[in-house]
């Protein structure tokens, strides 16, 4: 799932690494849209996860819940882009619980996106099972009545509600071709005092650490939800 501001360039990181283009017409998003990929699962990363993973026990392997016993195996990821302006609040807020992991973006070249984060983050813990940063009240769960609740992956997640979704910051936009306001040393400092969450410098335009960015998401969401611990 997506969060962050108006115009930060959600919608393009998302056609960027599904369809493998950019479109650089503005299009704003209404309400929500969705994106999905096949995933070439790494096993060997997804030990190294597993190995950092808290509380694991010591029995816990790749050969858990997903049993998987091959170098690679392929994964369905599906993505689910929400608008971010305030009109959409009432659509994002049910597809907060479900899911398994979060891009927080913001565009570096614009101070007001970056300055909005905290907002983003009270949102998100409002209505996650677990809250990253208590920063705000969290609000009931919308359980599994919701939309997302009744699919497999939002039943996996149900199955693990004391889990909160993997978030990552992402500074979008690096390419220049706007000056940039917000330092990368501003972006790390502020995912670190949000639960050390990573942080990646990426460019939907150029394509710039995009594949890396997913790629480390995805291991980490199976590495939490989708292995037996």
């Known amino acids: 799932m997506t969060a962050g501001n108006s115009g930060v360039g959600k919608s393009c990181l998302i056609k960027r690494y599904c369809e493998g283009r950019f479109v650089s017409k503005y299009i704003p998003t209404i309400g929500i849209d969705y994106g999905v990929k096949l995933v070439n699962v790494n096993v060997a990363k997804l030990e190294e996860e597993l190995a950092n993973r808290p509380n694991r026990s010591p029995e816990a392997s790749s050969s858990g819940s997903l049993a998987i016993t091959r170098p690679s195996t392929a994964v369905r990821v599906n993505f689910w882009d929400v608008a971010g302006g305030k009109e959409a609040f ?29 907002a983003w983050m009270e949102e998100i813990n409002s209505f996650i099972t677990v809250p990253i940063v208590n920063t705000a009240a969290r609000r009931p ?30 500074a979008n936009k690096v390419d220049g071709a706007a ?18 969450m990573e942080y990646f410098e990426v460019s939907a335009s150029t394509d710039l650490n995009v594949t890396t960015m997913m790629d480390k998401l995805f291991h980490r969401v199976i590495a939490r939800f989708m292995i037996s611990k």
Not at 95 to 116: C, H, M, R, W
Not at 148 to 153: I, L, Q, S
Not at 179 to 196: D, K, L, M, S
Request: glycine share 12%; hydrophobic share 40%.
């Open 90 to 118: 009432e659509i994002r807020n049910e597809f907060y619980a479900p899911t398994q992991g979060i891009l927080l973006i913001y565009n570096v070249a614009d101070l007001k996106s970056f300055e909005a984060l905290e």
């Open 141 to 170: 769960s919308m359980g599994g009545s919701t939309m997302t609740g009744n699919t497999p992956a939002g039943r996996e997640v149900g199955a693990v509600m004391d889990q909160s979704p993997v978030i990552f910051l992402c």
């Open 179 to 196: 000056p940039r306001v917000v330092t990368e040393e501003q972006g790390r400092r502020w995912a670190e005092a949000h639960g050390g």
